[in-house]
């Protein structure tokens, strides 16, 4: 079910990022890749335009094979949610194309520049970001084809509970100081929940069924269900994803300040202390760095070093980023020296970025769960070997 619809997402999902390259080759829209503008850009349309309709010709040839004998039969099912999950991730591309694409129309029909700034985005971030994600939750403990509203309840009661748990929590800590932050990791621990729940009911069956060890039954378990579990770890790292872009975004801290040898600016838990200047000489470029001692709770951190690169030889002044990441707090500390006086002063901008590295770290889950659900299993190549078979039969009768 939903084949033809999930093709003709993969489809739209390659043919826009072949069309976001085209606008920063091309030079229609100016962009950090701007560097790369070249008279490609006629060519990269016309290769745009053959994937585009080459792609919708191969679905239409294909169709037979890829067109479901089934239906969806209730709006509350496993079916449903993929449905709405599909629905919701088309309107977040149409919004973000449409934001990208607003200030190019309006500059080619009216002649004025029009800048569509962050708060666009993270406002359609959220209104249909935060239903993804719980929708990543629900999903798994739904039911095909149709399930009951009380099933739904009995279901949903420990994925729940540990939900509105940790918003309680987090709550009391002081996380409400963002609505949207406080909901994106309820809606988080709600996800995790369910997956954990689906990973315990899985394995207790196992282990009822063939016997031996609580680890056996779950290898056992992985293993002969490697698309399913694959999936759940894949979707396990978009939870850490979404976990590291609200605690990274939502509540971030921000500060700004002119230092002389001596000052110190704080910034969150962190009390940064200006040291000094130094100026060294590289490969080609001269190296300037402003040297800020780092301290947090009284315990001292090392130092953070930000400053400029100046590139003789092209007339170039770069800006260098001073970063400090703690593994175990998964935060991130970013000091950028925006301007450096002559008389030694140096006006620094700092920034602390909560479990921002949960978003690295999902990355290597994500990578986990793709290579479960890629691995060959000779039972399941039977099995879709058998479907298609069925598949290509009812196709020709």
């Known amino acids: 079910m ?14 826009l990022s072949l069309f976001g390259t085209f606008l920063t080759r091309s030079g229609i829209l100016s962009s950090i890749h701007s560097f790369t503008e070249s008279s490609i850009g006629p060519w990269f349309l016309g290769f745009n335009c053959v994937v585009v309709f080459g792609s919708l010709a191969l679905v239409f040839a294909r169709l037979p094979l890829l067109r479901a004998r089934t239906r969806l039969e209730s709006l509350i099912s496993r079916e449903a949610t993929f449905l709405y999950n599909n629905l919701l991730l088309v309107a977040l591309t149409l919004t973000i194309l449409w934001g990208v694409a607003y200030p190019i ?106 016997g031996g060890s609580w680890p056996g039954a779950f290898s056992a378990l992985v293993a002969r269900n490697r698309r399913r579990y694959g999936g759940y770890v894949v979707h396990a790292a978009i939870v ?41 000489e590289a490969a080609n470029a001269t190296e300037i760095r402003a040297v800020l001692g780092v301290e947090r709770g009284g315990d001292d951190l090392g130092t ?24 175990v707090t998964g935060e991130d500390l970013f000091v950028i020296a925006q301007q450096v006086y002559p008389d030694g002063t140096v006006s620094v901008r ?48």
Not at 359 to 387: H, K, M, N, S, Y
């Open 304 to 327: 953070v070093e930000a400053g400029k690169n100046a590139y003789t030889a092209e007339g170039l002044v770069s800006s260098e980023v001073g970063i400090r990441s703690d593994l």
């Open 105 to 210: 129309l309006h500059e080619a029909v009216i002649g004025e520049t029009r800048i569509v700034g962050a708060g666009y985005y993270n406002f359609f971030l959220r209104v249909f970001g935060l239903p993804l994600l719980l929708l990543m939750g629900i999903g798994p403990l739904v039911a095909w084809r149709r399930a009951s509203l009380r099933s739904l309840g009995a279901t949903f009661a420990w994925p729940a509970g540990l939900a509105l748990a940790t918003g309680a929590v987090l709550l009391a800590l002081g996380a409400g100081s963002s609505i949207p932050g406080l909901i994106a990791y309820t809606f988080s621990a709600f996800v995790l929940g369910s997956i954990g729940l689906e990973f315990i009911r899985g394995t207790r069956a196992r282990r009822s069924l063939a």
């Open 350 to 397: 700092v920034f602390v970025k909560p479990l921002v590295n949960l978003i690295w770290f999902a990355g290597l889950v994500f990578v986990l769960g793709a290579l479960i659900t890629l691995w060959p299993d000779a039972r399941e190549q039977r099995r879709l070997a058998v479907r298609y078979g069925d598949a290509k039969a009812h196709a020709g009768s």
């Open 240 to 280: 850490l994803l979404a976990i590291g872009i609200a605690g990274s975004s939502a509540y971030d801290k921000v500060g700004e300040r002119r230092l002389a040898p001596g000052d110190s600016l704080a910034v969150g838990d962190y009390r940064l202390t200006y040291r000094g200047l130094e100026e060294r």
């Open 2 to 15: 939903l084949r033809v619809w999930n093709v003709l997402l993969v489809v739209l999902a390659f043919s």
